[in-house]
């Protein structure tokens, strides 16, 4: 089973930067999306960006231009680098995973998720 390990979360003002790990074990394979998802408090959980095993990508419209994930060589681990932080983009970060998944989509179904880390923006 595939288990997924976020890091990197933590409190910025607004105009800053931060830069989220995912790191996964077990099987993954070759048509594994992996992406990040966020919640806040009263609100429901939405999508931000995924990555697939080609190394496509999609992301939120929110983010576009502000956010950008990727992946190192070996594929096990996914980054979100977040730049440009508004307080909108506080919330709760959840790394998420999916196979075989073949296209990216952040308003997919995924069936592996971690623990989540907190990202909180102040004006």
């Known amino acids: 089973q595939v288990r997924l390990v976020e890091s990197g979360g933590g409190s910025v003002q607004a105009g800053g930067s931060l830069r989220l790990s995912c790191k996964a074990s077990?099987?993954?394979?070759?048509?594994?999306?992996i992406g990040w998802f966020r919640q806040a408090p009263g609100k429901e959980r939405e999508g931000v960006a995924v990555?697939?095993?080609?190394?496509?990508?999609s992301y939120a419209d929110s983010v576009k231009g502000r956010f950008t994930i990727s992946k190192d060589n070996a594929g096990n681990t996914v980054y979100l680098q977040m730049n440009s932080l508004k307080p909108e983009d506080t919330a709760m970060y959840y790394c998420?995973?999916?196979?075989?998944?073949?296209?990216?989509?952040?308003?997919?179904?995924?069936?592996?998720w971690g623990r989540g880390n907190q990202v909180t923006v102040s004006s």
């Open positions: 990555i697939a095993g080609d190394g496509s990508t």
């Open positions: 077990g099987y993954i394979g070759s048509m594994c999306c």
């Open positions: 998420a995973a999916d196979r075989p998944c073949l296209q990216p989509r952040v308003d997919g179904v995924y069936a592996y």
